[in-house]
Nanobody, 116 residues
């Protein structure tokens, strides 16, 4: 029932920008924290950013702080990740996620490649 669909990934040059979107359905979107994770080849999946339902409450990985911004549009049931000043080490599959019904739900992921 819960569905999370990411979009917006692609190939960008170092220093470039990209905005990821996640369309959510099947639950009361505004009541749940939403997160972005990423997984690079050979590495564990890591939390990139989290936006809580409490207004203005966010958390970011140290590696992206100051460069990435998470936001949500509750009217559209969509969460965004604005990524600026991208670096090659940001290359990964990015996943949208929420914790609901005693389990973590995941989207299919979208590939972000930062390379010259």
């Amino acid at each position: 029932q819960v569905q999370l669909v990411e979009s917006g990934g692609g190939l960008v040059q170092p220093g470039g920008s990209l905005r990821l979107s996640c369309a959510a359905s099947g639950f009361t979107f505004s009541s749940y924290p939403m997160s972005w994770y990423r997984q690079a080849p050979g590495k564990e999946r890591e939390l990139v950013a989290r936006l809580f339902s409490t207004p203005g409450s966010t958390t970011y990985a140290d590696s992206v702080k100051g460069r990435f911004t998470i936001s949500r549009d509750n009217a559209k049931n969509t969460v965004y990740l604005q990524m600026n000043s991208l670096k090659p080490e940001d290359t990964a599959v990015y996943y949208c996620s929420t914790f609901i019904y005693r389990a973590r739900s995941w989207g299919q992921g979208t590939q972000v490649t930062v390379s010259s």
